[in-house]
């Protein structure tokens, strides 16, 4: 028996394809001062892309579990796209963001408590550091105090929608529900929300140039295939780990993307939450691999003792 290592380079795609994206994704609106909406709206387009290649040579579900794990996964992750752009414009974005950011620990804790997923010591150090790498990735200068007020629970409410995301991409695999199935669900439900993204602007603005929705195109592709990378990963692994690790590790790869476009030098936090997300994604990974060595040396064991 040998254990299915294909999680980890389905999770090292999405930490590269999201940095890139990460590092190209402000550009529509830095340069042409595109609504978030209108991201929003072509990235859920986009979409479409992925989808036709995650369904390729696979059938369709149309079992209604399939339906209802796929329509929580695609309505939470899109939902919680949408209200963080309104978060975003009542509250302090170097706050929402670290919020936010810990996402993964609500998918860990739901995998350990419906799942029975479990850690070790040293799967529950790296995710820790995991963790706390999310945290100082995004705690940028802020001057001032921001009062808590309705931000906090909108943030709060983004945290749990994405931690529940993650967390029945898992649940779907468990049941044999296929990637292409999983993701082509997240796909029609950004489509779904693509009128409420609209009503939230008053309508589709004119007056931008072509540049502004060709490079959001071209940027929120890179964003759409990461989706559909990690729905692969988290078929295949245990959420306990690709969630935290991806989600800690993307950032590193922004940061050096960054780095090289922009000569853009990191702080002295995204140094910190490197050493952590690269410490603490190594160390479940090592954690995951032991386990799974010592899994088939105690089928081996078995085997062996059966034969004697």
């Known amino acids: 028996m040998t254990s299915n290592r294909s999680w980890i380079l389905y999770s090292a795609l999405v930490v590269v394809v999201w940095g890139v994206w990460g590092a190209l994704s402000d550009l529509p609106t830095n340069l042409y001062d595109y609504p ?22 696979k059938r369709f579900d149309r079992r209604p579990i399939a339906a209802v794990y796929g329509l929580i996964v695609g309505l939470t992750g899109a939902g919680g796209q949408l209200l963080l752009f309104h978060t975003l414009t009542i509250g302090p974005a170097y706050l929402v963001f670290p919020i936010t950011a810990l996402s993964p620990a609500v998918t860990a804790l739901m ?8 850690l070790t ?16 990735f995004n705690i940028s200068g802020g001057d001032g105090d921001a009062s808590a007020g309705t931000w906090l629970l909108l943030s709060i409410g983004i945290l749990i929608a994405w931690g529940v995301q993650a967390f029945f991409m898992k ?4 049941v044999g529900v296929n990637d292409g199935t999983t993701f082509a669900y997240m796909t029609i439900s950004g489509l779904l929300l693509i009128p409420v993204a609209i009503a939230m602007m008053g309508g589709i603005p004119g007056g931008f140039p ?49 780095l090289v476009i922009y000569q853009k030098v990191p702080s002295i936090y995204s140094v910190i939450g490197i050493v952590l997300a690269i410490g603490g ?8 691999e032991r386990r799974n060595a010592n899994s088939v040396s105690g089928l081996d064991s078995v085997d062996e003792r059966s034969l004697t």
């Open 111 to 118: 995998a350990i408590a419906f799942l029975r997923e479990r």
């Open 36 to 57: 978030d909406q209108m991201v929003y709206v072509i990235w859920a387009l986009t979409m479409l892309i992925p989808c036709v290649f995650g369904l390729r040579g």
């Open 121 to 136: 010591k040293i799967a529950v150090i790296g995710l820790i550091a995991a963790i706390a790498s999310l945290v100082l």
């Open 210 to 258: 072509w540049q502004a929705p060709t490079i959001t195109a071209v940027t929120q592709v890179l964003n759409a295939i990461g989706a559909l990378f990690l729905v692969m990963a988290m078929s295949r692994g245990r959420a306990t780990i690709v969630a935290p690790s991806t989600n800690a590790l993307y950032p590193v790869f922004t940061a050096i993307v960054s």
């Open 281 to 288: 994604s190594a160390l479940m990974i090592y954690s995951d």
């Open 171 to 174: 649940k779907a695999a468990s």
